[in-house]
């Protein structure tokens, strides 16, 4: 079992920046693709960002790309999110979850865990 606790939502301003963390416990979290979803209140969940075991592969989403980073330190067993340039349109849940195998990391139903989630309210 892994369990993940993400932090560091919040309410922001539009062009603002924000940085998210995931928490992680149990199991060895080096061994887990890492990703982070989002979801806004009547849409389906949307793939944001993923990172592999040590790194050396990072996954986004087109809309975010050059505005968001993906990062993990496997010392803390911490991932990160860090946005920029945040705008409405990026309101929405974020979760973080957790794959053994990163076959398909843009992909919900391929991770095994998965974080409550903290709401990203970016105003205009």
């Known amino acids: 079992q892994v369990q993940l606790v993400e932090s560091g939502g919040g309410l922001v301003q539009a062009g603002g920046s924000l940085r998210l963390s995931c928490a992680a416990s149990g199991r060895t979290f080096s061994n887990y693709y890492t990703g982070w979803f989002r979801q806004a209140p009547g849409k389906e969940r949307q793939f944001v960002a993923a990172?592999?075991?040590?790194?050396?592969?990072?996954y986004y989403a087109d809309s975010m790309k050059g505005r968001f980073t993906i990062s993990r330190d496997n010392a803390k067993n911490t991932v990160y999110l860090q946005m920029n340039s945040l705008k409405p349109e990026d309101t929405a849940v974020y979760y973080c979850a957790a794959d053994r195998y990163g076959s398909s990391p843009v992909i919900p139903d391929e991770y095994d865990y998965w974080g409550q989630g903290t709401q990203v309210t970016v105003s205009s």
């Open positions: 990172i592999s075991w040590r790194s050396s592969s990072t």
